[in-house]
């Protein structure tokens, strides 16, 4: 694993990856990928950590605290002075009366969230988390992934909201504390109140659209870790038609708009990757990861795997450095393909 990089005015330093466990939620639950097995993400969690990266992200929505539970564990047999940073999520609930295999709602009054964070720490068998996110703009509705989602009249104001994340670090409860999927207009609302450590947009060769957002942190002092860097398996090299007909019924990919009407064009620019990759004797998957932290602002970025054998698979792109060459020919090839949004080159 190569250096790490200061992670804003944390005073952390992390390593370009950082390891996601959406996927450890399991079955059975809104945005679910499907059934896994516990013991073989309790090993890859641990594998991650001995392979030198030190930052693991989680969320209390995953499997409804089930992936926040296994990180728990599995750091549980790992000495104090090895153990990574932990940074989860709040913000989206089920609450009492609502269907569980359901979507969550967007909701983030200041009693739920006081009661999230003690759940989080629990589950994670933990007296502080390093970073804790507010997963998305609170708007007192269901969520829809990938969706704005209008605000209702039980939506909690922004500036109520940032305030309490502000008093849970000053609490000590949090060492940091961030925003996730909120635009560079929300967050310099919240900057007036209380300093954003960090946000964590959605960022990839395909979707780029957060690069407003991205700007906006590298011009505050605020660290960037940036999650579906490989476009949610897109970007791995490994997808195909085929692999998209055979995913299982509850898997959310299914009727994704990356998944469907775009994905031509996003299989085509995993087809521009893989002379770059031949040339570096690297995966597709480590191309990708390597373009999204060589972008100005960001300091990392999650990547998630079901067990070893995938983690094995994208280690090598910490230490890939992309030439001027490489990133050119990746400019050209967003442009020629016209997959995703968003400018094609920091």
């Known amino acids: 694993m190569s250096d790490t990089r200061p992670f804003g005015d944390t005073g952390m330093r992390i390593t370009p990856l950082g390891f996601g466990t959406w996927v450890f939620g399991g079955s059975g639950w809104q945005y679910s990928w499907g059934a896994t097995d516990d013991a073989e993400s309790i090993a890859a969690i641990q594998h991650a950590v001995g392979a030198g990266i030190n930052w693991i992200d989680t969320a209390a ?17 790992i000495p104090e002075s090895e153990r990574p940073y932990l940074f989860t999520k709040t913000g989206l609930i089920w609450e009492e009366g609502d269907d569980r295999s359901g979507p969550p709602r967007r909701i983030m009054r200041p009693d739920v969230v006081r009661e999230e964070i003690e759940n989080s720490l629990r589950r994670l068998r933990a007296d502080q988390i390093d970073l804790y996110l507010v997963h998305w703009p609170d708007t007192g509705g269901v969520f ?126 995993v087809e521009a990757l893989r002379p770059i990759a031949a040339r570096h004797e690297v995966t597709v998957a480590e191309v990708a990861l390597a373009w999204a932290t060589a972008w100005p602002g960001v300091t990392g970025a999650i990547v998630g795997a079901r067990n070893t054998t995938q983690i094995d698979g994208w280690l090598g792109a910490s230490d890939l450095a992309l030439t001027s060459d490489d990133l050119a020919e990746i400019e050209t090839a967003i442009t020629a393909t016209g997959a995703g949004t968003g400018p094609a080159r920091g």
């Open 61 to 77: 929505a995953y499997g409804l605290g089930h992936s926040e539970e296994l990180v728990g564990r599995a750091l549980a047999d």
């Open 144 to 269: 829809v992934y990938g969706a704005e989602g209008e605000a209702t009249d039980q939506a909690t104001p922004l500036e109520e909201y940032w305030q309490v994340m502000a008093d849970l670090k000053k609490e000590g409860k949090v060492r940091a504390i961030g925003l996730s999927n909120h635009d560079a207009d929300q967050l310099q609302v919240a900057e007036s109140i209380a300093h954003v450590d960090a946000i964590q947009p959605p960022f990839s060769a395909i979707n780029r659209s957060a690069a407003a957002d991205i700007a906006w942190a590298r011009e505050n002092g605020t660290g960037v870790i940036v999650y579906s860097p490989q476009q949610s398996g897109l970007l791995t090299g490994t997808f195909s038609e085929e692999r998209l007909r055979n995913l299982p019924e509850e898997d959310w990919r299914r009727s994704h708009p990356d998944f469907t009407t775009g994905l031509s064009a996003n299989l085509a620019l």
